[in-house]
Each structure stands twice: as C-alpha cells, then as structure tokens.
C-alpha cells in the first residue's frame, strides 16, 4: 500500500501506467480491431489518413498503417519482455557470482563485462542478427547478449555490500549451502535496483529491436514498427503518416516505460525520491 | 598527474587497449564458425556466386581442414597485418573499403560529437544554475524525450521537416552530385548536408549530457570548496566557471568515453537515413547483400575506434584531473 502510495505520488509515473496499460490493450485486442493479417491490402496504395476508413491512412501496397501498428505492438512487447527476461538471467548469473565469489572469479567476470561495454553493442547485435539470419528468436538472443552487462553490474555491486551483513552470516552459521543463501537471503534483499533497471531494459530493448528491423532484420513473417518505418523511408515525400505514426508510437511506449522506471526508483528508494536527477 | 608516471600509465593503458582488440578478433573469428553452414561460404560472403574452386581455395587459405587453434592464428595473423578478408560483392579488399568510407564516418561523429558535448554542457549548466524554474523544466523534458525517441526517427521527422516541406537543407548523400565544387564552396556545401545528419546523431547525447552535467553541478555546489570560494568572495560567474564546472566535468568526460561505442553504432542508423557515405553506410550495403566479410570488418574497424578514443578519454581525464592514480 506504501508502495503503491508513494508511486502514484510521482504525477508522470503515473501517466506511464496509463500509456502502457493502452499499449496493452491494443496490442491484446489487435485481432479483434484489425481481424486478419496486417499484410493484407485492404485499400488503394497511399490513401491519406482518413480516407477509405483507415485512421492513418494505407502504405505503398494499400495496407492498413493503424493495423499493422496494432499487431505490431505485439512484437514490440514481446521482444521487450522476452530479451529483457534472458538479460536479466545472465546478468543476476554473472553479478551474483561475481559479488558473491569475490577475488580471482570477480576480476574475470568484471573484465569480461567491460569488454561488453567497450565495443559497439549495436553493430555486434546487427552481426549477431545477420549471421544467424533474422528470425524473432535471434532478435532477441541479440538483444539480450548486448543487454545485460549494467545488470551484471548493479547486482554484484549489491551482493558486495550485502555479503557481509549479519542476517547472511546468520545463514552461513546455520549451515545453509551457498546457492540458497544467494537464491534466498540476498538476492530477494537486491531486488529493488534490478526492478528499476528492468523497466529501463525493456524501453531500451524495444528501441533497438524497432532498429534492427528498420535496417531489414527483423523476422520476415512479423509486422514491426521499425519495419513499417523502414518501408516509408524511401515514400516519405509522398506518404508521411507511413512513417510518422509508427514512430510515435515507439516514442510513447518507450516514454511510458522510462516514466514508469522513474516512479519504481522514487517508490522503491524513497530516500533518494525527488533528489534525481 | 605526476609527469614522471605517465609513461607507465600509458603503456598499461595501451596493453589493456591491445587485449581488448584481440578479443575482439577471437570473438569474429567464432561468429565465422557459430554461423549456420559452411564457414568457407560465410568467408565467401555468401555471394551464391563462389564457385566450388574458389571455396576450396577459401578453405585451404583459412586452413579449414586443420584444427581450430591453427585456424584461429592463421585469422589474428590475418587481421593483426590489417588483411580484412576481401569482399566477393565488391571486388575488393575488405580494408580498402573501410579506408575508403573512414573519412565520412570521422566527420559526421566528430561533428555530432562536438555539438552534443557543447550544447549538452551549456544546457546542462543553465539548468543547474535555475533549479525549478521552467528552463530547468524545458530541458529535463527535453531530455526525457530524446531518450524516448529512436535515432533513425528523429533523422526521418528532420528530413520531412526541413528537406520536403520547407526545402531548406538537402536530405541526402555528403555533397551535391555533379556540382564540381571546390575550396569555399565544396566546403559550404558539405557543411549543408553534413547539418540534418550531426544534428539527429547529435541530439540523443545532448540530452544525455544536459542531464548528466546538472546532476555533477547541482552535487558539485554543495561542497565545502565550494563555500569556502564564496565565503572569500569570488564573484559568481568565476565560481561556477572555475570551481563547480571544472570538477563537474570529469564525469561527463568518463561517460562520453564509454558512449562511444554506442555513438558509432548510433552513425550506422543515421547514415541509412541520410545515404551518408560512411561505414555505417557501407555496414547497411554489406547487411543488404549479406556480405559478411564486411560486416565483420566494419565491427572491428568499429571496435578499435572505440578502444582508441577511450585511450584518450582516459588520457584526458588524467592530464585533467590530478587526483587520477596509476591503478
């Protein structure tokens, strides 16, 4: 209940809950808004949004803009959430090892983190993406390998600093073996910070996918918004709204999330609430 | 720092830079092998058109037949002696292609680069210096949105803005076609085209920066030095200036170094938008055509220009910052 309190304190956490939960419902209800497949044309090519009953008007092959943007939504939230998933497990993995481990086994897992950092993410992504040729899953393995370094990162920090707390001595006098102390002692105390973070992973994750496949490298079979994007780029002087539309509404789910982020940290931090920056 | 450590520190700098780009290498030479199929057709690019002769030539140059570690040297060798693999598409060498486009790529990021971290401290600062009032407002949600907002849309909405309706700047390529202009006027025209594609990659690490350089100034000024300066009355401008800006920036010269990486990947997206003939550019060509040898070298060309800029971010920050040890 404090919880919910202080998160609605925040006005544009608020506003983020809302946006999001309309992603939602679109996303859930696109089959029964839109029924069929988004590739079928169901207009003249480059009908202005309005016209022939299209809300935001047909592309290049007479295809409706609003229902590819609605099953669209599926795949952003999707990838999001699946990548953001396979992200978080090898990062908590790495950081938890690492913070818990210590010594030898920590400067290796460190390294090997910065070195994720220090190169290009998304070019090695493009790569990944390319060789394994474009399917949804390749996408979000892609994803999710460029992803987790700054949870590995947050989590061993965490494990850092919880190791040496009294409530884990207490376990390790009690005889309990190391993973369920990591399992069940100190990773549900460092689970705030990785909340945060996971909201932010998904915006993230949803931008880049929404990038791969406006370069082409999305799964071929699935309607995308960076795909619809991509597919007005060349048309742009002749048919705006083919890539004005799509592009908002990445812009609002990725903002809803951001917005929804911020609430989680004031709510889940309430000392650092409003010292943000 | 001491003048006398910087050898040291360098050198280990430098031995950290060359690990990184060797893994960098190991790390394409597996991708070659964890690709579906032949690694000698991956090599290939996947033309379709290699014939078998030229396959088995592949394979007995790679040493294909021979076991993994000796694969593997006969790659680094390859690499470490700048031979990128040649690209079949092309009919040319992989790093003739990448000399070729580094110049173009060079200009559009340092440009971005420039303009970000300028107006990113300025902003940021006037932000710091009017906690709460609606210009602090205006750039946090400037901010905000600029996080939210995909780098190649922003390009398409500035193209759509400035190109088709108002017909003010030019929309693509790195200078007018068939113009055959030289001195001031080749030099005007780049600048034109070059503005649209610097400001779309620019703007993301604006806000990035604003954001960051109010945050280390709003902590910066609450500090005892800080006081210490006012309470000797330093005048105001020379106390933001030369106490709270000077040490405000360290952060944002470390985090600029770490977002190099992302600024370059960022220029491939711009330079799809804006047919801006880089590496970014040539990286979308090779993805088109599947053309993996380029692909690869673009990742380590890519590679190594991050690693050399945070050479010098971290040299920066050490000439800057006395504090700085050799760790």
Not at chain 2, 172 to 189: C, H, I, K, T, Y
Not at chain 2, 249 to 272: C, D, H, K, N, R
Request: proline content about 5%; some cysteine.
């Amino acid at each position: 209940m404090a919880f919910l309190k202080s998160f609605a304190r925040n006005k544009g956490a608020v506003v983020g809950v809302v946006v999001l939960a309309l992603v939602f419902v679109v996303a859930a209800l696109a089959d029964v808004i839109f029924p069929g497949t988004p590739w079928d044309m169901v207009a003249a090519p480059f009908m202005p949004p309005g016209e022939m009953d299209m809300l935001l008007g047909s592309d290049s092959l007479g295809r409706d803009v609003a229902a590819g943007i609605a099953h669209g939504a599926r795949i952003s939230l999707l990838v999001g959430a699946v990548s953001t998933v396979v992200a978080l497990a090898l990062g908590v993995s790495l950081g938890a090892l690492a913070g818990y481990v210590g010594g030898v086994v920590d400067d290796l897992v460190m390294r090997f983190t910065e070195f994720f950092q220090t190169i290009p993410s998304f070019v090695l992504a493009i790569l990944l993406v390319a060789i394994f040729t474009p399917t949804i899953s390749s996408v979000v393995f892609a994803i999710a390998v460029v992803s987790w370094p700054p949870v590995a990162r947050v989590v061993r920090a965490e494990f850092l600093s919880l190791r040496s707390r009294e409530f884990v001595q207490a376990a390790e006098v009690l005889g309990k073996s190391r993973l369920s102390i990591v399992v069940g002692d100190i990773l549900p105390n460092a689970l705030s910070p990785i909340i945060v973070l996971s909201s932010l992973m998904v915006a993230n994750a949803i931008l880049l996918e929404s990038a791969l496949s406006f370069l082409g490298l999305g799964d071929p079979n699935l309607m995308t918004w960076g795909f619809l994007i991509g597919s007005g780029r060349s048309v742009i002087r002749l048919a705006w709204w083919m890539s004005v539309f799509p592009g908002v509404a990445i812009f609002l789910t990725v903002l809803a999330l951001n917005l929804v982020g911020e609430g989680l940290s004031d709510a889940l931090n309430p000392r650092l609430a409003g010292r943000r920056t | 720092m001491d003048p006398a450590k910087l050898p040291g520190f360098l050198a280990q700098r430098l031995v950290k830079a060359a690990i990184v780009v060797l893994a960098i290498v190991v790390c394409n030479f597996f991708l070659i092998h964890a690709a579906p199929g032949d690694p000698a057709s991956v090599i290939a690019g996947q033309s379709g058109a290699a014939d078998e002769r030229f396959l088995q030539q592949l394979r007995t140059q790679f040493g294909l037949d021979q076991p993994l570690h000796v694969q593997l040297w006969i790659y680094v060798k390859g690499v470490l002696t700048l031979d990128l693999g040649f690209s079949h598409r092309q009919q040319m060498p992989v790093s003739t292609l990448i000399m070729d486009r580094l110049p173009a790529t060079l200009l559009l990021t340092g440009a971005a680069f420039a303009f970000a971290i300028t107006l990113g401290i300025t902003l940021g600062t006037l932000a710091a210096r009017r906690v709460g009032t609606w210009a602090d407002s205006v750039i946090t949600v400037l901010a905000l949105t600029f996080y939210a907002t995909p780098l190649f849309w922003v390009g398409l909405m500035l193209v759509l803005f400035f190109s088709v309706w108002l017909e003010w700047l030019p929309s693509f390529g790195m200078m007018s076609v068939g113009a055959n202009l030289a001195g001031l006027a080749l030099v005007l025209d780049v600048a034109k085209h070059l503005l649209l594609p610097a400001l779309t990659l620019g703007l993301f690490y604006m806000a990035v920066y604003a954001r960051l350089t109010r945050a280390t100034m709003l902590e910066v000024a609450d500090q005892d030095f800080v006081k210490t300066a006012r309470a000797k009355g330093v005048p105001e401008g020379q106390v933001v200036r030369r106490h709270v800006l000077r040490n405000a920036l360290l952060p944002v010269i470390t985090f600029a170094g770490i977002q190099a990486g992302q600024l370059i990947g960022g220029s491939i997206l711009v330079e799809t938008v804006f047919a801006w003939p880089g590496i970014g550019r040539l990286a979308f060509e090779a993805l088109l055509a599947r053309d993996y040898p380029v692909l690869m070298g673009v990742f380590f060309a890519t590679s190594v220009m991050v690693v050399l800029f945070n050479l010098l971010t971290d040299l920066l920050y050490a000439v800057v910052d006395p504090r700085v040890e050799v760790a």
